[in-house]
């Protein structure tokens, strides 16, 4: 079965940090490019960062950039997927997914197959 459990979010103030996880197990999600979504309320879903799957390149939207860092770790069973946010801003606020496919291109466009559940994360400013 194929699983992309995020955690980690919470309540933080502005400036504060968070740090997402996400594990994904149920398939060999190691050879699959992944990424992190975010949707607050009234809004669209927008690409918030990617990381090619051996973890050696990643691509972040010009909102986060520069306060956010995605990274990734290729366990045997379990790939674990990580979103370190500093310098928290209240526009930060809405669910945040984790998600994978087979072709960086597919993040990248939001043309995913696997999707999490989301995590909330609220910053109050």
């Known amino acids: 079965q194929m699983q992309l459990v995020e955690s980690g979010g919470g309540l933080v103030q502005a400036g504060g940090s968070l740090r997402l996880s996400c594990a994904a197990s149920g398939r060999t999600f190691s050879s699959y490019a992944m990424g992190w979504f975010r949707q607050a309320p009234g809004k669209e879903r927008e690409f918030v960062a990617a990381i090619t799957w051996s973890g050696t390149g990643t691509y972040y939207a010009d909102s986060v950039k520069g306060r956010f860092t995605i990274s990734r770790d290729n366990a045997k069973n379990t790939v674990y997927l990580y979103l370190e946010m500093n310098s928290l801003r209240p526009e930060d606020t809405a669910v945040y997914s984790c998600?994978?496919?087979?072709?960086?291109?597919?993040?990248?466009?939001?043309?995913?197959?696997?999707w999490g559940q989301g995590t909330q994360v609220t910053v109050s400013s």
């Open positions: 998600a994978a496919s087979d072709l960086l291109g597919g993040v990248l466009s939001s043309n995913v197959a696997y």
